[in-house]
């Protein structure tokens, strides 16, 4: 890097206003961001590192006004490992830029304490406020995990921002991403996700298991049966012992949530729900009362039996 005028690496003019440093900021620290470029990681780290620290000193007016002075031919830092044939950005054989934004914090150090100073100063520049969203998840993405896509306006730029919503989430609960709030002296703030986990008509839900309601008729109650059971992931069967009544949870284990503790899947309960006609024919309703009567003296002869 021949030449680190932190103007040019923003690609912007010496009379251009905060709110276009700002701008040009945002713009290539997006860009050049290296999460963006897989394929060329390294070089944009470098790159990235180094619009960091163009904007420490042109994002601040009391750091960039020393610049100006400096770089317009002012009394320059003493610090001797700087190139002293050229600008106070200009790199000397043996510099090392591997640490883009210290080297623009020593450029205002003037060596010592005061130095120290500077630093601790800069260290403890507020960050910009943190930004809130709110997304709205099905209850299967909280099982499976989901991406979702923000859109932000933030000083009048769209910023575009992906981020992974996790297994298990439950509604309400918040996802912090660093870094991706509102602009500040001593860097951007976050982004605070509150997701919310939309009610689905076939499930609730009660930590990490799900209940659902099965209903049976009075015969497979009494008698058993196998039965469809709709879950997450599809359809499974479950067998139905003799003589379930009704409220009865029936499980199948690992049909629930994901447990954000353990990582295992919480259980799928089905509730027994025995349905009972609203009309029955004369013939229907007889063999019903005698049924009911053969089970009456059965009851009680069982607890004849029992005294």
């Known amino acids: ?21 700002k701008r040009a900021y945002r713009r290539l620290a997006k860009e ?42 002012g009394p320059r830092p003493h610090y001797e490992r700087w190139s002293t044939h050229g600008g ?33 100063t800069a260290r403890r520049r507020p960050a910009g406020a943190n930004l809130s969203h709110e997304v709205s998840i099905s209850l ?15 000083d009048g ?13 439950t509604d309400g609960q ?9 602009p500040g002296p001593g860097g951007r703030g976050d982004l605070i996700v509150t997701c919310r986990v939309l009610p689905d008509p076939r499930f609730r839900r009660e930590g990490a298991n799900l209940l659902v309601d099965l209903p049976l008729t009075f015969a497979q109650a009494a008698l058993g ?3 469809d059971v709709p879950t997450l992931s599809g359809i499974a069967t479950l067998t139905v012992p003799p003589g379930a009544s009704g409220g009865a949870r029936l499980r199948l284990r690992g049909h629930g949530l994901p447990d954000p503790k353990t990582g295992d899947n919480g ?15 004369p013939e229907a309703r007889e063999l019903i009362q005698r049924l009911d009567e053969m089970i009456s003296d059965e009851s009680r002869q069982q607890s004849s039996a029992e005294v």
Do not use: W
């Open 32 to 73: 050049h961001h290296p999460d963006r470029n897989p394929t060329n990681k390294e070089e944009a780290t470098r790159r990235f590192k180094e619009i960091q620290a163009a904007y420490e000193v042109l994002g601040d007016a009391e750091r960039r006004s020393e610049f100006d002075r400096f770089g317009a031919g």
């Open 88 to 120: 106070p950005f200009e790199e000397s054989a043996n510099f090392d830029f591997g640490d883009l934004g210290s080297i623009f914090e020593q450029f205002f150090s003037r060596g010592g304490t005061r130095g120290a100073r500077r630093a601790g």
């Open 174 to 182: 918040k996802i912090r991403l660093r870094g991706q709030g509102q």
């Open 1 to 21: 890097m021949a030449n680190a005028d932190p103007y040019k690496i923003l690609g912007v003019s010496k009379d251009a206003s905060q709110d276009d440093i």
């Open 225 to 227: 049966a196998r039965v």
């Open 267 to 281: 259980d799928l309960f089905a509730v027994v729900r025995i349905k009972v006609p609203k009309s029955l024919p």
């Open 140 to 154: 299967r993405e909280a099982a499976e995990g989901a991406t979702r896509e923000v859109a932000l306006s933030v």
């Open 157 to 169: 730029q769209t910023d575009r921002i992906h981020f992974r919503i996790p297994k298990g989430v």
